[in-house]
């Protein structure tokens, strides 16, 4: 089997080890919890799962399923942490290749996480999918994102069930609110908007920095806009084009279509239609803003609105900041097509489910700072293949061609053949095979 070189390496830089023992993800005897890490981090680049692996006899672990499984279950370790502080360690990797200038942002959003058997997995729910404007079964994703413009790790991120208890369609675990199992269950019945606010908080106290917060118009509330301000940051996000929502504009509280109707449009190619400054309000407390009213480019007749906090902020600046949020699109994609975040993990308990997610989400790290580092540039999805092929044992047409590569050595060291006379032994020998070791060969050649 070829060495695993990459890796081995981002298990050795990145002090993957260290970081399970930081968030009490390690064993006190038996199997080091590293191996099994390991396993389960590399078991998406193989070409059957572990259950499949046991059933066919190809499993050659060192543990059995059931110490996988209770590593999984584990209550004790903390996966958002654990993610949070890698996801540093990465970025602090990153921020040197790049110019001091340079904005770093977080993205937030989330995602359907569909699970079929709801009714026995632990807080699953019927959950509202904005995409298709339709409740499905599952949890929502709450996803916090790092990016410099070019690489985008996963920070954090929380399965969310419903807040609402006739949409809990899965049981719940009874444990001890002051315990990590039990913190994280109060986090997934949260508000999204409460989630995302507590997902930052725990992001920049261990250390993350970001100059802004991006996210579309289902967090983009006044009130979240205020929370963000107070933890030192700026938000950028599409406005929703709601009447409940109001700014203040020109001394009255005005809707953004109200704001875009009554003010003069720029003519021509301009990038934007629209520039005002606004007051943001909620419970008393105001804050400067911008809007800039920008033209769908899906539909000419239509409009969008991106607010930013950072009123000083030129209105180009605010639309190129902006457009980052997109990376967190693609990083759903590539988890959910490459990866395998949705049907990979078939567990009913919440802590194996967070377990899965984390290190998906690690997954996704070693990819973009292999194709960052590497100055790859190939797709996040090219690289996948090419760590399978990494991760791949030795095909049957490879072992078959240094099998006969010895063989014809030593008939050459011991019998004084003519290069003729060994060509023809060597096309004799050949048709004499079965069709399949021939192909095989052939493949090899």
């Given at each position: 089997m070829p060495e695993a070189s990459t890796i081995?390496?981002?298990?050795t830089n990145y002090k993957i080890g260290d970081l399970l023992r930081k968030c009490n993800g390690c064993k006190q005897k038996g199997i080091p919890a590293l191996d099994i890490m390991k396993y389960k981090l590399c078991n998406i680049f193989r070409d059957r799962s572990m259950y499949m692996q046991i059933r066919t006899g190809s499993f050659r672990e060192g543990f059995s399923d059931n110490t996988f499984y209770r590593f999984l279950n584990s209550t004790k370790t903390n996966w958002l942490k654990f993610t949070t502080l890698l996801s540093k360690r990465i970025a602090d990797t990153i921020e040197p290749l790049t110019s001091e200038d340079r904005i770093n942002a977080f993205i937030v959003d989330d995602s359907l996480f569909s699970k079929t058997s709801c009714k026995a997995t632990e807080l699953a729910a019927k959950v509202f999918d904005h995409c298709d404007m339709h409740y499905k079964k599952g949890f929502r994703l709450m996803t916090l994102c790092w990016t410099d413009g070019n690489t985008t790790l996963p920070v954090?991120?929380?399965?969310?069930?419903?807040?609402?208890?006739?949409?809990?369609?899965?049981?719940?675990?009874?444990?001890?609110?002051?315990?990590?199992?039990?913190?994280?269950?109060?986090?997934?019945?949260?508000?999204?908007?409460?989630?995302?606010?507590?997902?930052?908080?725990?992001?920049?106290?261990?250390?993350?920095?970001?100059?802004?917060?991006?996210?579309?118009?289902?967090?983009?509330?006044?009130?979240?806009?205020?929370?963000?301000?107070?933890?030192?940051?700026?938000?950028?996000?599409m406005v929703k084009k709601s009447s409940k929502i109001r700014y203040l504009y020109d001394g009255k509280k005005l809707s953004i279509s109200k704001i875009f109707g009554i003010s003069k449009k720029r003519r021509g190619k301009s990038k934007y239609l629209l520039s005002v400054p606004v007051m943001v309000e909620k419970n008393g407390?105001?804050?400067?803003?911008?809007?800039?009213?920008?033209?769908?480019?899906?539909?000419?007749?239509?409009?969008?609105?991106?607010?930013?906090?950072?009123?000083?902020?030129?209105?180009?600046?605010?639309?190129?900041?902006?457009?980052?949020?997109?990376?967190?699109?693609?990083?759903?994609?590539?988890c959910k097509s490459t990866l395998n975040l949705v049907g990979e993990c078939r567990s009913l308990s919440y802590d194996a489910l967070t377990a899965h997610v984390?290190?998906?989400?690690?997954?996704?790290?070693?990819?973009?700072?292999?194709?960052?580092?590497?100055?790859?540039?190939?797709?996040?999805?090219?690289?996948?293949?090419?760590?399978?092929?990494?991760?791949?044992?030795?095909?049957f047409s490879h072992a078959m061609e240094l099998i006969l590569r010895a063989m014809f050595v030593s008939i050459c060291k011991n019998f004084n053949f003519t290069e003729d006379q060994m060509d023809s032994f060597i096309d004799d020998f050949l048709n004499g095979l079965p069709g399949y070791m021939r192909n095989a060969i052939a493949k090899a050649a």
């Amino acid at each position: 089997m070829p060495e695993a070189s990459t890796i081995s390496a981002f298990f050795t830089n990145y002090k993957i080890g260290d970081l399970l023992r930081k968030c009490n993800g390690c064993k006190q005897k038996g199997i080091p919890a590293l191996d099994i890490m390991k396993y389960k981090l590399c078991n998406i680049f193989r070409d059957r799962s572990m259950y499949m692996q046991i059933r066919t006899g190809s499993f050659r672990e060192g543990f059995s399923d059931n110490t996988f499984y209770r590593f999984l279950n584990s209550t004790k370790t903390n996966w958002l942490k654990f993610t949070t502080l890698l996801s540093k360690r990465i970025a602090d990797t990153i921020e040197p290749l790049t110019s001091e200038d340079r904005i770093n942002a977080f993205i937030v959003d989330d995602s359907l996480f569909s699970k079929t058997s709801c009714k026995a997995t632990e807080l699953a729910a019927k959950v509202f999918d904005h995409c298709d404007m339709h409740y499905k079964k599952g949890f929502r994703l709450m996803t916090l994102c790092w990016t410099d413009g070019n690489t985008t790790l996963p920070v954090n991120g929380c399965l969310l069930s419903s807040t609402n208890e006739k949409n809990v369609l899965g049981p719940e675990t009874e444990t001890d609110k002051r315990s990590l199992a039990g913190k994280r269950r109060a986090l997934s019945k949260m508000k999204g908007t409460k989630a995302m606010i507590e997902l930052i908080k725990i992001a920049l106290a261990n250390g993350h920095k970001a100059d802004y917060v991006l996210f579309d118009t289902w967090f983009s509330s006044p009130a979240q806009l205020i929370d963000i301000k107070s933890l030192g940051l700026d938000a950028i996000a599409m406005v929703k084009k709601s009447s409940k929502i109001r700014y203040l504009y020109d001394g009255k509280k005005l809707s953004i279509s109200k704001i875009f109707g009554i003010s003069k449009k720029r003519r021509g190619k301009s990038k934007y239609l629209l520039s005002v400054p606004v007051m943001v309000e909620k419970n008393g407390i105001q804050i400067p803003a911008k809007i800039v009213c920008v033209r769908n480019k899906n539909n000419k007749k239509d409009w969008i609105a991106i607010i930013s906090t950072n009123a000083d902020l030129s209105e180009d600046e605010i639309i190129r900041v902006y457009g980052k949020r997109w990376n967190i699109e693609v990083f759903f994609k590539t988890c959910k097509s490459t990866l395998n975040l949705v049907g990979e993990c078939r567990s009913l308990s919440y802590d194996a489910l967070t377990a899965h997610v984390a290190i998906v989400f690690t997954r996704y790290m070693l990819l973009a700072i292999t194709g960052r580092k590497n100055q790859d540039m190939r797709t996040l999805g090219e690289l996948f293949f090419f760590l399978v092929d990494e991760m791949e044992d030795i095909t049957f047409s490879h072992a078959m061609e240094l099998i006969l590569r010895a063989m014809f050595v030593s008939i050459c060291k011991n019998f004084n053949f003519t290069e003729d006379q060994m060509d023809s032994f060597i096309d004799d020998f050949l048709n004499g095979l079965p069709g399949y070791m021939r192909n095989a060969i052939a493949k090899a050649a």
